[in-house]
Nanobody
Framework: QVQLQESGPGLAKPSQTLSLTCTVS??????????WSWIRQPPGKGLEWMGV???????SYSPSLKSRTSISRDTSKNQFSLQLRSVTPEDTAVYYC????????WGQGTQVTVSS
């Protein structure tokens, strides 16, 4: 059973870079056909997909966030990470990582608040 756990600071200041990590257990992030993604949900709003890194390292971003987002992975730690630059209060959200193969495996989510 694949399990995902987000980690990172719960609070960021405007203009800072937010860094989140998703640690995967129960399976390897290099296992064929898996895609590892970030998605977020601002308060009172719907889910917003942010980007994906596939099992073989291909990366895609949401066009609306592409200029501020970077996704990377550390295969030795079985982790993948999100960096969101120049954050504003509008980036306040619950951030989730998830894995997509023939089903979806979700992390529990982590609350991030952007405030001065």
């Amino acid at each position: 059973q694949v399990q995902l756990q987000e980690s990172g600071p719960g609070l960021a200041k405007p203009s800072q870079t937010l860094s989140l990590t998703c640690t995967v257990s129960g399976g390897s992030i290099t296992t064929s056909n898996y895609a590892w993604s970030w998605i977020r949900q601002p308060p009172g709003k719907g889910l917003e997909w942010m980007g994906v890194i596939t099992f073989d390292g291909r990366i895609s971003y949401s066009p609306s966030l592409k200029s501020r987002t970077s996704i990377s992975r550390d295969t030795s730690k079985n982790q993948f990470s999100l960096q969101l630059r120049s954050v504003t209060p509008e980036d306040t959200a619950v951030y989730y990582c998830y894995a997509l193969v023939w089903r979806v495996y979700w992390g529990q989510g982590t609350q991030v608040t952007v405030s001065s």
